[in-house]
């Protein structure tokens, strides 16, 4: 136990280390500073599977631009909109303490950008160091409207291995699809049904040479025998859980959603909708010939239709010349990852049980102890009745809908946070969000008769500081489903998680509140529940939603109102002057 002990705390300290002498420190080499960057959305062509099309991105690229900070330095991100969309950016897992207008979902914390015009993101990374991602968050642009945050540690150290040799590698594992996203989802929400599957999933933007007229759109990892490589792994896919592997190689687990974990050695990462995850790729002492697949395919247990398809990269040995030279005009033998069945549950629930918090002296898990206010919420799809106007295709005029405590979220006109701040809330939300379902039911049994859902703008208040508690609950209804939930503002503590129905009476008394995952987004297990506790110390509105994007769109999303702290500190400031308006 205790060499083991050693072993992880050794890892630890090699990834801080490592973090240090990565080339992204040639851009950070001063504490506490602040970083200006300039993001121009402008419409890209981009030619995959044979087919070009005009696609949303940041300053042409695709993926987006990478943003580097150190823990402690503020960033200024001016954000122009040249494209016929509203826009607006979300950093997804910044906690943004005290800066809600720089959080970035449209008309929840701001209005979006409109067609030429800008907003000036700024804000703090405090407390958080590993990766993040930020993306689009309207509408279904985030289809390729993303890219990675680097987080430094501010502590430096000095490292434990000899000879370092370390890159960070990124890998932004996502969709695509030939047709436009933002025709597919608005035919899809007048239809009443689901939009259509992707045609591919990508590794950095690469669909990999398992698709047509993809094989020069292949990713490959390029490295040395015997050394350490630390891998970022971010999903940005818009409705796919996913597997991630690497032929032949074990990947150690440090980091989830920037915050470091208990290292763990797997074969396999899961990985879902908005969850990053950095992992240590050694590689072999000795270069083998031999080229191994580098592959992401999706975790699937829903009801409908998904794309099936696997996304493959290269991960590729560095030869001396003279290897060069005699294995030039040699093929070499290609080594493919065995990655679980599409449904695998077990696999997907004893995974995220791997996932634990250092919970020691410099990393603490400060996990609510006690709790003062508790929620249990169902998630799940159900039905709406669409307008007599619309002609929805679904029975009696009906149409696929999502909800939390049977509450389909109706997106307001004007931004919730400005609602809250000018005490204008009339007419735009109500605070009577269920702390629990309307009735009881068996959840993952079967369903009920009625599987209307209702509609409304309805929030949460907490008062400052409060902790809470939320359970969440999984439902049969239409079909059992993992959801990967997302809170915007705060990290949560994963204390338990279970199959089928939670029970109150038994359930608890098995929680972790030890080391317990910390992260801003995870999966509420198909056909089961998840625990999860935070402490409600960030004043501002925060948006919790399904990050698959089509639930989202469907209404499986709500928000928490956090009210100001007595202390200056504990208070909201008032938005910035550039603030976008509706």
């Keep these: 136990m205790e060499s083991s002990y050693r072993w992880s705390m050794r890892v630890i300290l090699l990834l801080l280390c490592a973090l240090w002498v990565l080339p992204e420190l040639t851009l950070a080499k001063h504490a506490r500073i602040t970083r200006h960057y300039k993001f121009y959305i402008k419409m890209q062509n981009v030619t995959r599977l044979c087919q070009t099309k005009s696609i949303v991105t940041v300053n042409g690229q695709f993926p987006g631009p990478r943003i580097i900070a150190r823990e402690g330095d503020r960033l200024v991100i001016k954000v122009t909109n040249h494209v ?24 929840i914390t701001q209005c979006p950008i409109q067609t030429g015009q800008s907003y000036v993101y700024n804000f703090t990374v405090t407390g958080q160091r590993g990766t993040l991602w930020w993306h689009a968050h309207i509408s279904w642009l985030r289809a390729t409207l993303y890219g990675p945050i680097v987080i430094l540690p501010k502590d430096m150290c000095l490292t434990h291995s000899p000879n370092p040799s370390w890159k960070s590698p990124l890998s932004l594992v996502r969709e695509w699809w030939k047709a436009d996203t933002e025709t597919l989802i608005n035919q899809a929400m007048q239809t009443g049904l689901a939009p259509n ?12 040479p398992l698709h047509k007229c993809s094989a020069k759109d292949t990713f490959k990892l390029k490295v040395k025998p015997g050394k350490t490589y630390l891998l970022r792994l971010v999903n940005a896919a818009l409705n796919d859980d996913l597997f991630f592997s690497i032929a032949n190689h074990t990947l150690t687990v440090v980091e989830a959603d920037a915050v470091y974990v208990k290292p763990f050695k797997t074969n ?165 969000f269920p702390a629990n379902p309307p009735f009881k039911f068996n959840y993952t049994g079967t369903p009920p008769r009625n599987i209307m859902v209702t509609t409304g703008t ?61 992260r801003n987004t995870i999966g509420v297990p198909s056909g089961g529940w998840v625990a999860v506790r935070f ?42 002057s550039d603030l976008p308006k509706c």
């Design 84 to 107: 016929p969309y509203n826009v607006s950016i979300h950093w997804h897992g910044v906690r943004q303490i005290r800066s809600g207008w720089a959080d970035g979902p449209a008309y």
């Design 197 to 208: 599957v992707s045609d591919a999933h990508t590794i950095n933007g690469l669909p990999g």
């Design 268 to 432: 396999i990462v899961l990985i879902t909708p908005g969850q990053t995850t950095n992992v240590l790729l050694k590689t072999k002492s000795k270069a083998p010939n031999a080229t191994f697949v580098i592959a992401a395919r999706p975790y699937a247990t829903g009801p409908a239709a998904f794309d099936n398809t696997t996304a493959t990269g290269l991960l590729e040995y560095r030869k001396s010349s003279l290897s060069n030279t005699t294995l030039k005009n040699k093929k070499l033998p290609l080594f493919r990852p065995l990655l679980p069945k599409f449904n695998d549950t077990v696999f997907a629930m004893n995974y995220n049980k791997k996932v634990r918090s250092l919970a020691n002296a410099k990393f603490p898990a400060k996990v609510p102890k006690t709790v003062q206010k508790r929620f249990f919420f169902t998630v799940g799809l159900g039905i709406s009745t669409c307008p007599k106007n619309q002609g929805c295709q679904g029975p009696n005029n009906t149409r696929v809908a999502a909800a939390i405590n049977n509450v389909s979220f109706v997106m307001p006109n004007i931004a919730l946070l400005q609602a809250h701040f000018f005490n204008q809330s009339k007419g735009v939300y109500t605070t009577d």
């Design 458 to 518: 309805k929030v949460v208040v907490l008062p400052f500081n409060t902790s809470v508690e939320l359970i969440l609950q999984d439902t049969s209804i239409i079909g059992a489903e993992s959801h990967p939930l997302h809170l915007h503002g705060f990290n949560f503590f994963v204390v338990g998680e279970g199959n089928g129905n939670f029970n109150p009476k038994k359930d608890p008394s098995k929680f972790n509140l030890i080391d317990p995952a910390e």
């Design 535 to 576: 402490l409600a110390d960030n004043p501002g509105v925060w948006f919790m939603h399904c990050h698959f994007e089509v639930h989202t769109s469907w209404g499986l999303k709500m928000a928490w109102i956090v009210q100001d702290g007595k202390l200056r500190n504990q208070k909201l400031p008032p938005p910035p």
